[in-house]
Nanobody, 127 residues
Framework: QVQLIESGGGLVQAGGSLRLSCAAP????????MGWFRQAPGKEREFVAA????????YYTDSVKGRFTISRDNAKNTVDLQMNSLKPEDTAVYYC????????????????????WGQGTQVTVST
């Protein structure tokens, strides 16, 4: 079992930045693809960004391209999501997830691709 813990959420004004971090204490996620998803009130959970185990591949949903950057530090067993130029529509609970399918080509973009999930961290962007 892999435990994922997100941190870094909070309240920020539109145009501001936040950096989310996902840690996996006691586990090794360096061999897993990792992803970030979000869920806004009244909406389904949606894909935000993903990164392959070796960081060779990254992928973003169109709405965050050019604003968000996913990265990982396999030595520290962490995955980060740098979010710049935040908009009110980015308001959501953000979840970190790990994809244990080491045979996957590319990165997973569907929540069913991911086996392990964190509890989420709230991001609120005010106008």
């Amino acid at each position: 079992q892999v435990q994922l813990i997100e941190s870094g959420g909070g309240l920020v004004q539109a145009g501001g930045s936040l950096r989310l971090s996902c840690a996996a204490p006691g586990s090794t996620v360096s061999i897993y693809g990792m992803g970030w998803f979000r869920q806004a009130p009244g909406k389904e959970r949606e894909f935000v960004a993903a990164i392959s185990w070796n960081a060779a591949i990254t992928y973003y949903t169109d709405s965050v391209k050019g604003r968000f950057t996913i990265s990982r530090d396999n030595a520290k067993n962490t995955v980060d999501l740098q979010m710049n130029s935040l908009k009110p529509e980015d308001t959501a609970v953000y979840y970190c997830a790990a994809d244990r399918n080491m045979l996957r080509v590319g990165v997973g973009v569907r929540d069913i691709n991911y086996t392990y999930w964190g509890q989420g961290t709230q991001v609120t962007v005010s106008t």
